[in-house]
């Protein structure tokens, strides 16, 4: 079901309530289904894993606006439970579920120690930094400064250009050969800690930059290779506010280990140990450096404050998986890149040519790639969303990657769907490969052991590890049979700019928005030869697609009233074996708000949901499904909104034919310029894999003039 915008004041008063409820002493009984949970004196934030047997059992949890993992499978998610309420949730809408973790505080403070005692046992680590603790946000900043430092020709500080709302600066670290050379390499870019809680995620990303830098300066041929032929960027903390909160937070002691696990209350715990988001307050507004900490005291484990970053950027921008709900942990901000990480990130892949990116998370043991919505899934242009253009190469660089982790290499959508992520704008806009790593096998930020042998590799995987996937994708950042080069002529000297605008589409069109690439090279002698990502981009090129016939073979309409806060069902008998599409649409005559859900009748009389729709007010409803099975199915009305509740309602079977959507062609704007002065401006049209020559005439022509 789709939840309506809070305005802010709402928003801040739900928080203020969930922390009265979390804050007083609460007897908590045992769920009706699941496994039985312990009474606290004060309930205990759990991890839980609930049955989700199909898609569209995902898809309603996703509904409830509670705060999934990024650890499922085919018939399972694993979600933290902060308050009884998310307990009531879970039940009310009849799903069942087990109990994983069931107190992450006391679990917390379990880490600490056995983290205390790693570190206690051993000088150094066979990392390549030899750490035996976690970081903190000051480690991460002072150890990335004394790289630059330490490494001028090899490392360079960079200072991305937006300060975070608590008023931080993010700081990562670009490593190549030359590292100041303006010249035509392609890069590999890296992040960590979008979500605050997953802190492997930045351990990773920093390791594999001490890893590269030692491997430069000890001449290991391979790394030395790499970084003469490619570039590195590494930000390993793109959320330090949330990352701050989270870690110190966790530092702290548990007060119910110290006196004994009896009296003391939540309010003496980690309250932020495991928060996920950023440190947005107010939509639209910034606010004073630390409201952040004082306003997540408000929100059991901080969850309920900011923006899901991993939700934020533009790529499909507003779409399944992501929520308008302030409140919920999937929270996907105000519009597209509203947050100043997102915009930071942004800024840094579309002003290099960025071939391969990897965005560090927390934890399933995956390989994620493009597309995160499911390929069936009706697009905001009215047809399907199809694979990525370049699904098998993907695929088969994840499989690549993943035969040296062990994890599993899958699309986005089979955890479940989302949108807003960082590849999936990253991949979209400027054809460069991307992938989210979700790191470990079962919690957030496990004892720092874990950390070492998920680096390293262990057991099956020792020797390997995301070292030996990073390297790997590493290898295929550079790959001249992934990506495209220019070549040519032009003075010795001149600046080379690569540039393109286009509308970058989201899932409803009015918040659509214009975008732009532009990187630079300066020539060094009167040949150049650059490595860049393809001219069109994958969100414009051709995808396969079934399309619907202009007339169903079979329909029926009803039409009804549906009271307030009810809802009337209607049934469709479908016995044809042959149909390719069921397409249901909803209609109303006044601008009132109506939803749609349908739902496959089971043998036992029970009920599948099939698919569903919920727009905003005003907005009609359609669902499709694909390829229905003879059966019997239930198509529900649902009143959510609707003074006026005359409805029509048509469901009609459709043949199909499959057909490849017209692709469009992009090129490049390439300028030559002296002392910003443009002499020459020509288009590149330039594919994947493929290398074109140009000869800048009239640049050499007017070079000297």
Known sequence: MRRHHLSQRQAIAAALSVFALGATALSVPSPAQGTALPVTDVFAPRLV??????????????????????????????????????????????????????????????????????????????????????????????????????????????TLPEKTLDGRTVLGVEIAKDVTARDGRPTFAMFGLHHAREWPSGEHAMEFAVDLVKGARSGDPRISGLLERGRMVVVPVVNPDGFHLSFTDGQLVDLREVDGGGTATILG?????????????????????????????????????????NRNYGGLWGGPGASDLFADPTYRGAEPFSEPETRNVRELISSRQVTMMISNHTFSNLVLRPNGVNPTTIGPDGLPVGDAPDEEAMKQVGARMTAQNGYANIHGWELYDTTGTTEDWSYNATGGYGYTFEIGPDEFHPPFAQVVDEYLGAGAYAGKGNREAYLVAFEEAVSRA?????????????????RKQFSTPTWSPENDFT?????????????FSWDVNQSTRPAV???????????PTRSETWSGTAAPASSVDHELVVTE???????????WPTPDDLDLEVYR?????????????????GEKEKT????????????????????????????????????????????WTLTCEKDGRVLETVPVVVERGQQVSIDLKECSRLWNR
């Open 49 to 158: 894993t609930v049955d989700t047997p199909t898609r569209a059992d995902k898809a309603r949890l996703q509904g409830l606006g509670l705060d999934l993992t990024e650890h499922a499978g085919h018939d399972y998610v694993e979600v933290v439970l902060h308050t009884p309420a998310d307990v009531d949730a879970l039940r009310a809408a009849g799903f069942t579920w087990d109990v994983r973790i069931a107190d992450l505080l006391r679990r917390e403070a379990e880490i600490n120690r056995l983290d205390d005692l790693f570190a206690a046992t051993r000088l150094r680590t066979a990392l390549p930094s030899g750490r035996d603790a976690y970081r903190s946000l000051a480690d991460y900043n002072a150890e990335m400064r004394s790289l630059a430092e330490a490494n001028p020709g090899l490392v360079k500080l960079l």
């Open 269 to 309: 715990t980690p309250g932020n140990a495991y928060k996920r988001k950023n440190c947005r307050v107010v939509d639209g507004q910034d606010t004073p450096d630390g409201t952040c900490a004082a306003f997540s005291l408000t929100s059991p484990g901080g969850y309920l404050v900011g923006t899901d970053l």
């Open 482 to 498: 992934s990506h495209a080069v220019i070549s040519g002529k032009a003075p010795a000297g001149a600046t080379l700019r690569l």
């Open 515 to 527: 975008d732009s690439l532009e990187s630079t090279m300066v020539t060094s002698g009167k040949t």
């Open 541 to 551: 090129q051709a995808r396969l697609v079934k399309l619907l016939a202009e007339e």
């Open 577 to 587: 074996t042959d149909q390719e599409i069921l397409q249901v649409d909803l209609d």
């Open 601 to 617: 009748e089971n043998p036992d009389g029970s009920l599948t949901q099939v698919g569903s729709s919920g727009n905003f007010v």
């Open 624 to 667: 499709t499904i694909s390829a229905p099975t003879p059966g019997t199915y239930v198509l529900r009305v649902i009143n959510f909104a609707s003074v006026s509740p005359t409805y029509t309602l048509t469901a009609g079977l459709y043949d199909a034919t499959e057909q490849t959507t017209a692709p469009l062609v992009e090129a």
